[in-house]
T-cell receptor, first 114, second 112 residues
């Protein structure tokens, strides 16, 4: 079984400042890792994914994440946030190679302050 | 860009009633999923569906739930006898490959 821990439930950050949203996972098998964003009253949009290869993954809207196998982490970063980045961000994991379920973390609400 | 659509966007029903939530996955996708998100909680997997059968389901997906692909385009989730605790946002997802799921906008189900 897989599990995902997002320790920060809320992260306030000033506009144009950098941000890091933390994610740690646990799994007994190889995994794929994802970050999804949920804007208010909307569905889930895939920001980026790690399947294999380079541990630094670039996604949409200027976000990137780095897979660290030894620390079982997949932290999300953006060098300069915008007001429009205010949303809830979910880290997720699924077993590699399968169509099996995606396990989500509890989410981190990013609040960008003007 | 193709997207997953879900109808209705909001469904209100009385406890004990049956509801059917509808999803139209992306047309060339082969794998289909339902998730739910109770207000304030994390997104939880319910079921995955491939080749006209359930491939995996969670402990939440008990006998009151069923899924169906009645035709070539729709994918439905039926809740037979709704309970108050079924109130949640229900997300449909689909994928072409085994590792990237595209989510719909969700149906908010309110059971009164």
């Amino acid at each position: 079984a897989q599990s995902v821990t997002q320790l920060d439930s809320q992260v306030p950050v000033f506009e144009e400042a950098p941000v890091e949203l933390r994610c740690n996972y646990s799994s007994s098998v190889s995994v794929y890792l994802f970050w999804y964003v949920q804007y208010p009253n909307q569905g889930l949009q895939l920001l980026l994914k790690y399947l294999s290869g380079s541990t630094l993954v670039k996604g949409i809207n200027g976000f990137e994440a780095e897979f660290n196998k030894s620390q079982t982490s997949f932290h999300l970063r953006k060098p300069s946030v915008h007001i429009s980045d205010t949303a809830e961000y979910f880290c997720a994991v699924s077993p590699s190679g399968g169509y099996q379920k995606v396990t989500f973390g509890t989410g981190t609400k990013l609040q960008v302050i003007p | 860009e193709p997207e997953v659509t879900q109808t209705p966007s909001h469904q209100v029903t009385q406890m004990g009633q049956e509801v059917i939530l509808r999803c139209v996955p992306i047309s060339n996708h082969l794998y289909f999923y339902w998730y739910r998100q109770i207000l304030g909680q994390k997104v939880e997997f319910l079921v995955s569906f491939y080749n006209n059968e359930i491939s995996e389901k969670s402990e939440i997906f008990d006998d009151q739930f069923s899924v169906e692909r009645p035709d070539g385009s729709n994918f439905t989730l039926k809740i037979r006898s709704t309970k108050l605790e079924d109130s949640a946002m229900y997300f449909c997802a689909s994928s072409e490959t085994l590792y990237e799921q595209y989510f719909g906008p969700g149906t908010r189900l309110t059971v009164t």
